[in-house]
């Protein structure tokens, strides 16, 4: 594992370091350089620093046995009063993950007050395990009491993989779980693999959506990954009842836990694009923000709803609410059409598992072309009109 440090007797304060990283991970602060939560570790600062001030320290990392560690863990999220469909997706997930480990099975834990009654639910779908901790002191979202519950059955029962959904909790639950055991993090995952090893393959979009990198934990142990909403298949469910629900004591931090609830303020529940079925999606192709109607308007001749990619919401033509891509949504419509958009893998990634993709794009080589069902070279602005007119003729039965 390594780290940059900064050897102060050295140090002349020039500033050189925080003008050449790349990545913004230096700030000048009274004359003296200190690294912030941007680092990246690369080293470019140690290769510029005329005053050999800044060193690269290499710790080494000791092996983790990894027979002591087995099966795959899912925290199963509660949300609104039902389990969240993320978490039946990783379950799925983890079921096919584990025919790659013989004997590897299926577990998951339940956090929250009056959760119990979702233990039964979960046993239709194949897992082996349901780890409860119910208690009114959960009964609203504290991340340290939420982790402390997490960690103790991890301790319990010693995982090799852990998956979280990638929501607004699993996205403040999963990262303090990793820092506890000194272990890897993969956020946004699109894509996992199980080695025989017991090594897993976590793959998703980095460098700007440019690649498709796969991260390995290797030394240590659990190794913890997010997928987002939509991304993965849920399993079907049984009609027999498998699978042991243990109830399990609450830790001691729990109620030890400075964060205390002052209020809820619920969100006004309202459907996103991830619950379409049927999207429209405007992209770079269009060449003002008025053209966004006609999207709409065959949006609402298939009934169903609209969507842009990341530069139109860039421009401010819509709302982050609207873009599907890895800053955005994920969706898994039953028919996506694109219009305009190239095809980015950060936007691909979000929507490739859509039944069915139909891309317009007058460019032939558009990366959207390689995912999409049907491809239509050729003007938007020729194209989608006809398809308004048509749908409009149908329906005056013409």
Not at 29 to 41: Q, S, W
Not at 44 to 51: A, D, H, L, Q, R
């Amino acid at each position: 594992m390594a780290q940059i440090a900064i050897l102060e007797r050295k140090c002349t304060g020039c500033g050189l370091c925080a003008t050449n990283c790349p990545f913004g991970g230096i700030d000048m602060k009274n004359g003296k350089p200190e690294l912030n939560a941007a680092c990246k570790v690369c080293g470019i600062c140690v290769k510029n620093c005329p005053e050999k001030a800044i060193v690269k320290l290499e710790t080494k990392v000791e092996n983790v046995d990894k027979t002591q560690w087995n099966d795959i863990l899912v925290f199963a999220e509660v949300s609104g009063g039902r389990l969240h469909p993320v978490s039946l997706e990783l379950i799925g997930k983890a079921k096919e993950l584990s025919k790659s480990v013989p004997g590897y099975k299926v577990k998951t834990v339940l956090v929250g007050d009056g959760v119990t009654k979702y233990a039964e639910e979960l046993r239709h779908y194949g897992v082996s395990e349901i780890a409860v901790y119910d208690s009114p002191e959960l009964s609203y979202f504290r991340a340290d009491a939420f982790a402390s519950c997490v960690e103790d059955y991890i301790k319990y029962c010693k995982p090799s993989v852990v998956l979280v959904g990638a929501t607004s909790l699993g996205r403040s639950l999963a990262p303090r779980l990793a820092t506890r055991f000194h272990t890897g993090l993969t956020a946004d995952c699109t894509k996992l693999e199980l080695r025989e090893s017991t090594d897993l393959v976590q793959i998703r979009p980095a460098f700007g959506g440019n690649i498709m990198a796969q991260i390995v934990t290797t030394h240590t142990r659990p190794q913890f990954a997010t997928v987002r909403y939509k991304v993965m298949d849920a399993p079907v469910r049984g009609e027999n009842a498998e699978g042991e629900t243990l109830t399990r004591h609450i830790p001691k931090g729990v109620a030890a836990s400075p964060v205390t609830h002052v209020k809820t303020v619920p969100v006004p529940a309202g459907k996103t694009i991830s619950d379409a079925e049927i999207l429209v999606v405007g992209g770079r192709g269009l060449q003002k923000e008025a053209d966004l109607e006609m999207i709409k308007e065959l949006a609402a001749l298939l009934g169903g709803d609209w969507a842009t990619s990341r530069p139109l919401v860039e421009k401010g033509w819509a709302t982050n609410a609207r873009q599907i891509g890895l800053s955005g949504r994920t969706v898994r419509p039953k028919l996506i059409i694109t219009c305009g958009v190239s095809g980015a893998i950060q936007f691909a990634a979000c929507m490739n598992a859509s039944d069915h993709i139909i891309a317009i794009n007058s460019d032939p080589e558009a990366p959207i072309f390689n995912v999409a069902h049907i491809g239509i070279v050729g003007d938007l602005y020729q194209i989608v009109p006809k398809l308004i007119a048509q749908l409009k003729a149908e329906k005056e039965g013409k």
